[in-house]
């Protein structure tokens, strides 16, 4: 899968930007070039959809069919899903989702919705919820949100990075695709986090810390992006939920 996201609307740590990717003798290509890419690779079983100059989403079926991976979109809200819910069952019965046909991805968006409208717990308490490996990105085309999340097992993969001159925000579970279109300025995404692009990252598993950018230098002795580990000496100020601040995508895990 491959998500890129305008850099007006996704606000990553500075950190993931390493000043070594102009420098290094491979610069970060344009977003069409890393879209290409990756079609190129996929050619038979790859498809994308442009939302303006806002996001590309960019899907291909696996080959592999013990590897799960799923495309949905609803009501303007699309999930790139991949890995396997062991409780999915569970899950869809607590959201009243009782059709047979029900995926993952579809249980995302459903979740997603129900945090975004109605808030009635924080996303890390939902994200603590889901068992199995999975990773997965949401875009929400109504509020030009990403919301995205990696389980805590390493069972699925996840790289993110900031792509050319323009500083767009490239996901992938590729990490070629992403080394080719990032440079140096990408990154594993964090196992057991959570990142949203009004709130930023965040570990669902230790809410009530704060993230730590940790440099990353590879095996050419140049810095890349940033690791991020929980800090566990730091903690998140806790701030009441009221009115509009009351929404989980706007509001601190308490």
Request: proline fraction near 5%; aromatic fraction near 10%.
């Amino acid at each position: 899968m491959l998500a890129i996201f305008q850099k007006a609307f996704v606000h990553p740590p500075a950190e993931l930007n390493s000043p070594a990717s102009h420098f290094s003798g491979k610069t970060p290509k344009l977003p069409g070039e890393t879209l290409s890419d990756f079609l190129s690779l996929h050619k038979d079983t790859a498809f994308s959809m442009n939302f303006g100059a806002s996001a590309v989403l960019a899907y291909s079926r696996p080959n592999n069919s013990l590897r799960q991976r799923l495309f949905c979109g609803i009501d303007g809200v699309y999930c790139m899903f991949l890995g396997r819910l062991s409780n999915l069952c569970t899950l869809n019965r607590q959201y009243g989702l009782t059709g047979k046909n029900t995926s993952e991805a579809m249980f995302v968006i459903e979740a997603y919705r129900t945090l975004r409208d109605r808030g009635p717990y924080p996303a890390d308490q939902v994200l603590r919820g889901l068992e199995g490996s999975y990773a997965f990105v949401v875009y929400d085309t109504q509020t030009s949100s990403v919301f995205s999340a990696l389980s805590s097992d390493g069972g699925e993969s996840l790289y993110w990075g900031i792509s050319g001159d323009d500083g767009s925000v490239v996901m992938s579970d590729d990490v070629k695709i992403i080394k080719q279109g990032c440079a140096k300025s990408f990154a594993p995404f964090p196992t057991g986090c959570m990142f949203h692009s009004e709130t930023g990252l965040k570990s669902f598993e230790h809410p009530k810390n704060k993230m730590k950018a940790m440099q990353r230098i590879d095996s050419e002795g140049v810095i890349c992006g940033a690791n991020f580990k929980v800090d566990a000496c730091s903690k998140v100020n806790a701030i009441p939920r009221r009115g509009s601040e009351a929404n989980w995508a706007l509001a601190n895990s308490r």
